[in-house]
Structure formats: C-alpha cells, structure tokens
C-alpha cells in the first residue's frame, strides 16, 4: 500500500510563503490521483488542489494564483508552494492518493490514502 509523509509546514505571518512536502514510497504503480487536503478546527477537510496520472491538475477557487502542485517523478514527490498565506489558510495540511483506477479525485471520500499532516498555522 502506498503511504505519504508530508513536512514543511509551520507557523508564517500573513503574507508569508511555505513549501509543502509529499513522500511517495511502498508502491508498484502511481496512484490514479493525488492531492492536498487542509482541514481547519471545527471544519470538514476540503480539497486545495490536485492532479491526476495524466498531469491534470485543478485547484479549489479560495487557492487560485497562490498555491501551486507539482510533482517530482525523480524524487517520488508531491510538493504545494503556498504564497501569498492569509489566516484562513490556517489548516493541518493533509496529502493524499487515489490508488483506485478511475473514478472521481474531487472530494475526501473519493481517496483512498491519507498521510499524517503537518500543521500550517498563519498569523495576522
């Protein structure tokens, strides 16, 4: 199965930039899907952005201009450059994979492995 690790996350002003980190390991094939999750107290998780096999790649509106996804194939890992941070970005960060192929890569429910998080907390 496939597990995640993220790290890069910490405490910024507004304003302020991070470097989210994704390391892929334990699997045969590439998942069908992979994204970046946040979840704030009190709140559900929400989708940030994410981007599938083929290198499609879609972003939730709130994020538009500020975050980025990539993918490094080399070093097996997903990255989210985050600029531009408000305190509403405020969230534990969380990557995850479909490894299930097809279907849809827009919701929470629709992956099927979660890393631990890493926390991104950001100050006015």
């Known amino acids: 199965q496939v597990q995640l690790v993220e790290s890069g996350g910490g405490s910024v002003q507004a304003g302020g930039s991070l470097r989210l980190s994704c390391a892929v390991s334990?699997?045969?094939?590439?998942?069908?899907?992979m994204g970046w999750f946040r979840q704030a107290a009190g709140k559900e998780r929400e989708r940030v952005a994410g981007?599938?096999?083929?290198?499609?790649?879609d972003y939730a509106d709130s994020v538009k201009g500020r975050f980025t996804i990539s993918h490094d194939n080399a070093k097996n890992t997903l990255y989210l450059q985050m600029i531009g941070l408000k305190p509403e970005d405020t969230a534990m960060y969380y990557c995850?994979?479909?490894?299930?192929?097809?279907?849809?890569?827009?919701?929470?429910?629709?992956?099927?492995?979660w890393g631990q998080g890493t926390q991104v907390t950001v100050s006015s």
């Open positions: 334990r699997y045969t094939y590439m998942p069908y899907c």
């Open positions: 981007i599938d096999t083929y290198g499609r790649i």
């Open positions: 995850g994979a479909r490894t299930l192929i097809g279907g849809a890569c827009y919701t929470a429910h629709d992956y099927t492995k």
